[in-house]
T-cell receptor, first 110, second 111 residues
Framework: DVKVTQSSRYLVKRTGEKVFLECVQD?????MFWYRQDPGLGLRLIYF???????EKGDIPEGYSVSREKKERFSLILESASTNQTSMYLC?????????FGPGTRLTVT | GENVEQHPSTLSVQEGDSAVIKCTYS??????FPWYKQELGKRPQLIID?????GEKKDQRIAVTLNKTAKHFSLHITETQPEDSAVYFC??????????FGTGTSLTVIP
């Protein structure tokens, strides 16, 4: 059974703080993704990675960066958090097209 | 890039009735079309998917149809039950590296 975990379910940060969101998968999947989910906008891709140290920008990468030093771990970094980054962040991993999502991190930036 | 549109945004049906959610896509290169169900406070979960070499796929009360010519695909849920109440997302992908999601349909099944 695929397990994708995220480091926090809820997070509150202040404007300007550096924020790290961690995602770990235990199924040796090559592809990993970071999405943000906002009401009425669905899931929007921030970044994805298809291998260790490899990353590609998604639709909304501005204000975010990512790191993948190990195959099982994919980190999303908000260099300087802003209030418009308040959202639900979902991590996913996939093999052969099928995506498996983590439980999500609800980030509030005040 | 790909653009996926999903309709309706909300849908209410009586228990036992059928529900249909429709998505259109713009990139004819897309060849994989999954559907996800997200219950309140939970993660999205894959419920059914279809590839472009197939026109229809069924799994018990759930079916997906694909019309490649018209570039649309639909989710059909028959004999709806209250536990089918959730938000449903469609998506499209060409390579499996990048997925484009619809904006979601909130389905309410009224007992």
């Amino acid at each position: 059974d695929v397990k994708v975990t995220q480091s926090s379910r809820y997070l509150v940060k202040r404007t300007g703080e550096k924020v790290f969101l961690e995602c770990v998968q235990d199924m040796d999947h090559e592809n990993m993704f970071w999405y943000r989910q906002d009401p009425g906008l669905g899931l929007r891709l921030i970044y994805f990675s298809y291998d260790v140290k490899m990353k590609e920008k998604g639709d909304i990468p501005e204000g975010y960066s990512v790191s993948r030093e190990k195959k099982e771990r994919f980190s999303l970094i908000l260099e300087s958090a802003s209030t418009n980054q308040t959202s639900m962040y979902l991590c996913a991993s996939s093999m052969n097209y099928e995506q498996y999502f983590g439980p999500g991190t609800r980030l509030t930036v005040t | 890039g790909e653009n996926v549109e999903q309709h309706p945004s909300t849908l209410s049906v009586q228990e036992g009735d059928s529900a249909v959610i429709k998505c259109t896509y713009s990139d004819s290169a897309s060849n994989y079309f999954p559907w996800y169900k997200q219950e309140l406070g939970k993660r999205p979960q894959l419920i059914i998917d279809i590839r472009s070499n197939v026109g229809e796929k069924k799994d018990q009360r759930i079916a997906v149809t694909l019309n490649k010519t018209a570039k649309h695909f639909s989710l059909h849920i028959t004999e709806t039950q209250p536990e089918d109440s959730a938000v449903y997302f469609c998506a499209a992908s060409e390579t499996g590296n990048q997925f484009y999601f619809g904006t979601g349909t909130s389905l309410t099944v009224i007992p």
